[in-house]
């Protein structure tokens, strides 16, 4: 690639001096590297003097068959660069598929309304260049910023409330109808998660409804049929608004959090780095996603007070 950089140098310059000012580099380095070439290739491909250089027809040849590709290889070469401090182009996300989509959409539509050139492929899974990850730590082997924990809140509509009461304990839950949520990659049903004395512990329940989507659980929640645990990031907007009643608000679990990761900073490229900054910068702590325990403690006193 060297040698060739410089025959099409030479070729234009006329000049092994010149060619080599232009690239940087000494005369004879230049001069190997053509020596180099013409060995690889068992021809002569200038005829030298003291003052000229010029080709032979074998050089011709060669400099029409050769220049084009190297001027679209140079031209490759320089758009990848150019790409990777573009905010532009592909951005690949990757994250879990349970109570992320509306977090997720918030972001993305911010960021390609700032960046349209930006084409998103977004892969939502539960297996958890960009990533989302739901745990207690970060993912080994990459470097993550914590945005916000999420909280496991035990939920019900007033309606379900109004028929079945108000579970006053942990311990009551098993005369109550709860949600099952099944693991989509164990298949076995997820405990329910408190905090008790500082401590996280799990509680068996024996669901009255069970299901894999998350969606369909708090569907099934609002309707009043059955009292459920959900993440905060889903339940907060009903919470807020009336629909649903948080209980056990001092029980509320939030050892895990959402993380956003990345590979390297090194090969970080701009758009990736930009999107980066905007998740932290949204979502690092974010209100809209974390009830504080005054907020939960109004909110259970306000919907127990309504009940008959």
Request: hydrophobic share 45%; with cysteine.
């Amino acid at each position: 690639m060297r040698a060739i950089t410089v025959f099409v140098k030479a070729a234009e310059l006329g000049s092994l001096r010149r060619t080599a000012g232009a690239l940087g580099i000494t005369p004879q380095a230049a001069s190997q590297a053509l020596a180099q070439l013409e060995q690889h290739l068992d021809v002569r491909l200038f005829h030298r003097t003291t003052r000229v250089m010029a080709l032979t027809d074998e050089g011709r040849r060669f400099l029409e068959e050769a220049q084009p590709s190297l001027l679209g290889l140079q031209r490759a070469l320089r758009a990848v660069r150019q790409a990777r401090e573009a905010i532009s182009g592909p951005l690949r996300i990757v994250g879990p598929r349970s109570t992320f989509q509306g977090v997720l959409w918030r972001l993305l539509d911010e960021f390609c309304n700032a960046h349209p050139g930006i084409v998103p492929e977004v892969q939502l899974e539960d297996r958890v260049e960009v990533g989302f990850r739901l745990g207690p730590s970060p993912q080994e082997g990459v470097i993550a910023r914590r945005l916000f924990p999420v909280q496991l809140i035990t939920c019900a509509a007033p309606a379900y409330l109004r028929r079945h009461g108000v579970p006053e304990s942990i311990a009551a839950l098993q005369a109550h109808r709860c949600s099952g949520f099944r693991h989509s990659g164990t298949g076995k049903v997820v405990p329910w998660r408190f905090k008790v004395d500082g401590a996280e512990v799990e509680q068996t329940v024996a669901p009255a409804l069970c299901t894999n989507d998350e969606i369909l659980e708090l569907n099934a929640v609002l309707a009043g049929h059955v009292l459920g645990q959900l993440a905060g990031v889903t339940a907060g907007p009903h919470i807020r608004s009336g629909a649903l009643v948080p209980l056990l608000v001092d029980h509320v679990a939030d050892a895990y959090s959402y993380f956003v990761y990345y590979g390297s900073r090194a090969s970080l490229t701009a758009r990736a780095r930009a999107f980066i900054d905007l998740a932290v910068a949204r979502l690092g702590g974010e209100p809209d996603y974390v009830l504080s325990t005054r907020e939960l403690r109004t909110a259970f006193g306000k919907g127990r007070n309504g009940l008959p």
